[in-house]
């Protein structure tokens, strides 16, 4: 009873235990709907327990539910090259820090995609492990927009038992580029203001009524305009669930329905609606309107490479049996590439070069980087950027050495920009950054802690402590992170230098 006296304190009313009940006085916030058990005083009432438990419940539950929880990924941090208006990267801008040579490099390469003066090239990005690779190519990405398509794939996802390398590259490849279709269609948009079907006796016999036509009133910031419809623009309707007070627009073409919303002059009818409001259309009812729809070729593909099976029960059940991966012929896409050109010649849609990001590199053989070379060429070729963390080694599945295991001829091909190993000044900035984006509060000595193990571990290694550490932090009663809640983390999770260490001293322990 004590602690609901204390809950209740805090929501604006003062309730004394008795008996299985409380004490309230009459208008204590959260009690206003509450059915009295019976009056003490002419301003107290008793209240049920059970039935504060349930006011209390709901007010948490209410809490909970208006609280975002955002999932933090290892580059959430990263929001842009962070250049300047001259191109000059900041010391630190945008969640990276450092590495001003490589993101001023890849700045220009970013000039070089928006003009579009980067086909049949590629971006290689090389460094040692932990230096911002994939950073740097996330950054290219949001400088780029989200109407750029950005393909991520890493080296060893072409390797499969039921599709060929080539045409995993190739799905790839065609994935980062877009196509941007516009379209100028006819259209009557407004907020339908009457939607009445006209009835009449069905012409074949019998008790039933057919629908002969349906009349739509639209109105707009101009006017209004009252449209006779076919009886299947009505079944149209019924579908998009459409109801006087929403916006809708009609094809004059092809009679496809299209809520958009429901009106803004509505948005006060409710207290709380599932609904998204929108504006009174502007302009007239019957206008011209341009459809903007951006897909990439990979949909395309896909769209008309399914099969579409018959009604019979036997394609029903292959229809439900999971679908095995399978190719899309070479004719398929050259039948959809001639389309696309035909598009591109008269105006109707344009090109999109996205970036395809291969992570991993290496891990490429010979026959797959012969396939880069010939993509590279086409007139329908992504902007490639290439990371790897490999110096002199092996191409994959031969015996040939070469820089970064790449081939020569694909290696002439790439801009190759070089990224540094942090400073460990450059290591504490990046720590605190991190420290901010995930909530957690650093004492005044946790940074240099962190900063020093980083120093001697890797980067990647001290971010991770980061989390683990806060959680010890708050176990001991600590609001803030210390050098010591640090080092505890350190001590209960081996970096992979003192587990190599480890294995050197205890070899024989384990099975080689």
Excluded at 145 to 160: D, K, T
Excluded at 179 to 207: C, D, H, Q, S
Aim: glycine share 8%; hydrophobic share 40%; charged share 25%.
């Amino acid at each position: 009873a004590l602690v609901f006296r204390v809950v209740v304190a805090r929501k604006g009313g003062e309730l004394n235990a008795l008996k299985g009940f409380c004490v309230g006085r009459k208008g204590d916030v959260g009690l206003e709907g509450v059915k009295w058990a019976g009056f003490v005083s002419p301003d107290l009432v008793l209240v049920s327990l059970d039935l504060l438990r349930k006011i209390l419940k709901d007010e948490d539950e209410e809490v909970q539910s208006t609280s975002r929880m955002q999932r933090i990924a290892a580059h959430t941090h990263v929001k842009g090259l962070g250049l300047n208006a001259q191109g000059v990267a900041a010391q630190s801008a945008a969640g990276l820090v450092g590495q001003e040579a490589a993101r001023e490099a890849a700045g220009i390469a970013v000039e070089l995609i928006r003009s579009k003066k980067m086909a049949g090239r590629a971006l290689l990005l090389t460094g040692a492990p932990g230096t911002g690779k994939t950073a740097l190519s996330l950054a290219v990405s949001h400088e780029l927009g989200s109407r750029v398509p950005f393909c991520p794939m890493v080296g060893s996802e072409v390797y499969s038992s039921e599709v060929k390398k080539t045409e995993v590259l190739m799905e790839n490849f065609r994935r980062a580029i877009g196509l941007r279709i516009r379209e100028m269609k006819e259209v009557y948009e407004g907020e339908v203001t009457e939607l009445t079907p006209e009835e009449a006796e069905n012409p074949l016999g019998g008790y039933g009524k057919t629908i002969t036509h349906v009349v739509v009133g639209l109105k707009t910031t101009k006017g209004t305009k009252h449209l006779k419809l076919d009886p299947s623009i009505y079944e149209s309707l019924q579908r998009e669930k459409v109801n006087v007070g929403d916006v809708i627009y009609v094809e004059a073409n092809s009679g496809a329905v299209k809520r958009v919303g429901r009106s803004d002059a509505f948005a006060t009818e409710f207290d709380l609606e599932a609904e998204e409001y929108v504006p009174l259309p502007k302009g007239d009812v019957h206008k011209k309107k341009e459809i903007v729809q951006d897909v990439t070729l990979n949909d395309l593909d896909v769209a008309n490479a399914r099969p579409q099976g018959g009604q019979d029960i036997m394609s029903l059940m292959n229809q439900m049996g999971k679908p095995k991966k399978t190719e899309i012929t070479e004719k398929l896409r050259q039948e959809i590439n001639r389309v696309v050109s035909k598009y591109l010649e008269q105006g109707i849609a344009e090109l999109v070069p996205g970036v395809l990001f291969i992570d991993e590199v290496h891990m490429l053989d010979l026959e797959c980087f012969a396939y880069l070379n010939r993509a590279l060429e086409s007139n329908l070729a992504p902007i490639v950027v290439l990371a790897t963390n490999r110096g002199m080694c092996e191409i994959h599945g031969t015996d040939f050495r070469s820089p970064h295991g790449i081939p020569v001829d694909l290696l002439d091909r790439c801009m190759i920009i070089r990224t540094q190993p942090y400073s460990l000044e450059e290591v504490a900035q990046i720590l605190a950054i991190r420290a901010q984006i995930e909530g957690i509060s650093l004492g005044d000595d946790a940074l240099p802690a962190l900063a020093e193990i980083g120093g001697r571990t890797s980067l990647r290694y001290t971010c991770q402590l980061l989390t683990p550490a806060s959680i010890l932090s708050l176990v001991n009663g600590r609001e803030k992170l210390t050098a010591e809640d640090v080092r505890e983390a350190s001590q209960i999770f081996l970096d992979a230098k003192a587990s190599a260490a480890l294995l050197l001293e205890n070899g024989d322990r384990y099975i080689t």
